[in-house]
């Protein structure tokens, strides 16, 4: 061959975009595997219940008013009557809401997902009930109007295990259902006649246990809103509208509270107004053109119960750095090779590569069964053996293939560190990449380029006139 470098460049170039195919196939299969994942989420949501969003508790009373409308005159007189159908309702003038969720892991095969029991105590009170009494648009009408009824709102009503509600400290019957027809799911009770007293309080009480999956969200319906809630999860995402004034997160547990008022938010209104609360498990609802989802909806607040070690996201974000391995790991081969005067055959770098990319496929495979840290460490300590072995008869050197299992190595740490540090993944990569360019630089400082061209070619030329002897 008359260019061996540049035959050389070339298979290496050739070698790498195999490679490069091969670590799209490995993120193929991590993107498959964490689509596994989400269709067992979704699994286990449709059998048990979906992220769930509480609202309430509000009071509304169903009304009718009718009148006779006579039209004509004689024997063309008729006489019709029209109703109007109305619902007047209340929010809470304070709401204080206790509440402890309690893990309760669901699986489905390999995968887990986070579910949850929520025991909640919502204390409502409403500072005057005359909100409730109707008013008539037209003069002799005829006003109807249903018992007035408290309901609470959820997302999914299969989660509800148990309901109770309290009015004025008197157990009252519980249904489902509420009386709203934008928030149909959840639960109601009709509340006494004699508890409701022209421009007196009202106190009344709901207990329940929710059950839900990946997370939680909260209205605030009331003037005032207090919200103390409590878990045995380490690794909460709040989110929603507000966060929490006061969180406290341990390694096994956290505790937050939410103190919400009227001027800050618009959901007491809303929900007389008759808003869908914004479920907790849907980015956004249907709306009209140049309207968002707080919009369209009763502002939340809450919290979702995340694995903050998601091994199929780690993973993902692993084989982001398989090129950069692989070139890092190729530059250190042909850098022994030009300094000590070797050859090494591009099968040989295939074979590194081929490697490198096992790798990343032990490591989702193995994240599937233990913790990502054990899979990590299992599959970066194989694969720098096994380079540190095929290096030490492929340098001809004991020293050069343990030379070349340490770097491996050193490469393996400073990716986990960088998968553990996403907030500073840039600026440790971009230092990394500047000192590994710093010490090639070093290392060839001295190396005339144009004689050891000249010396492959005269290698070149002595093969063939030995071949021709």
Not at 51 to 67: D, F, H, I, K, Y
Request: aromatic residues 8%; proline residues 4%; positive net charge.
């Amino acid at each position: 061959m008359r260019f061996p470098v540049i035959a050389k460049v070339a298979a290496l170039g050739l070698v790498a975009l195999v490679l490069a195919w091969a670590l799209d196939s490995v993120t193929r299969v991590v993107a498959e595997r964490e689509g596994r994942l989400q269709e067992a989420q979704r699994s286990i949501a449709d059998s048990l219940a979906t992220a769930q969003s509480v609202l309430g508790p509000v009071l509304q009373r169903n009304c009718t008013e009718s009148w006779d409308v006579v039209t004509g005159e004689g024997k063309d007189r008729t006489q019709t009557t029209e109703r109007r159908r109305f619902s007047l309702r209340v929010a809470p003038s304070r709401l204080t809401m206790d509440g402890a969720v309690q893990m309760e892991p669901r699986y489905r095969g390999i995968f887990k997902v986070n579910g949850y029991l929520l025991k909640a105590t919502l204390t409502a009170e409403w500072a005057d009930t005359r909100t409730l009494e109707p008013t008539r648009t037209r003069d002799g009408s005829n006003l109807a109007c249903d018992p007035p009824v408290l309901w609470v709102a959820v997302s999914d009503a299969r989660g509800l295990r148990d309901a109770r509600v309290t009015v004025q400290d008197r157990d009252v019957a519980v249904s489902p259902g509420t009386a709203s027809s934008e928030n149909a799911v959840g639960f109601r009770a009709t509340v006494p006649a004699d508890a409701l007293q022209a421009g007196k309080p009202l106190h009344a009480t709901a207990v329940l246990d929710l059950a839900g999956t990946a997370g939680l969200a909260l209205a605030p319906v009331g003037q005032s809103t207090r919200v103390n809630l409590n878990a045995d999860w380490p690794h909460p995402s709040f989110n929603g509208r507000f966060l929490p004034n006061v969180r406290t997160v341990t390694d096994t547990s956290f505790q937050a509270t939410w103190q919400i008022g009227a001027l800050a938010s618009g959901a007491s209104r809303e929900v007389v107004s008759g808003r869908t609360s914004c479920r907790p498990d849907v980015a956004a609802y249907t709306v009209t053109p140049g309207q968002n989802q707080a919009e369209a909806c009763i502002e939340t607040f809450g919290v979702n119960f995340i694995d903050p070690v998601n091994p199929y996201a780690l993973s993902d974000r692993a084989t982001k750095y398989g090129l950069l391995f692989i070139a890092l790991t190729f530059v250190t081969i042909a850098l022994v090779e030009v300094m000590r005067r070797l050859r090494v055959h591009p099968v040989q770098y295939l074979l590194v590569g081929a490697a490198l990319v096992l790798f990343f496929l032990l490591l989702v495979s193995l994240s599937e069964h233990v913790p990502f840290a054990y899979a990590y460490l299992a599959s970066s300590a194989a694969c720098a053996a096994l380079l540190t072995y095929y290096g030490v008869h492929v340098l001809h050197s004991m020293r050069g293939g343990l030379a070349l299992g340490v770097g491996i190595a050193t490469l393996y740490g400073t990716l986990y560190v960088l998968l553990q540090s996403e907030q500073n993944a840039l600026v440790l990569g971009a230092l990394l990449l500047f000192a590994v360019l710093a010490a090639v630089m070093r290392v060839t400082r001295n190396v005339d380029w144009y004689e050891v061209i000249a010396q492959k070619r005269a290698e070149r030329k002595a093969g063939l006139r030995g071949d021709a002897a």
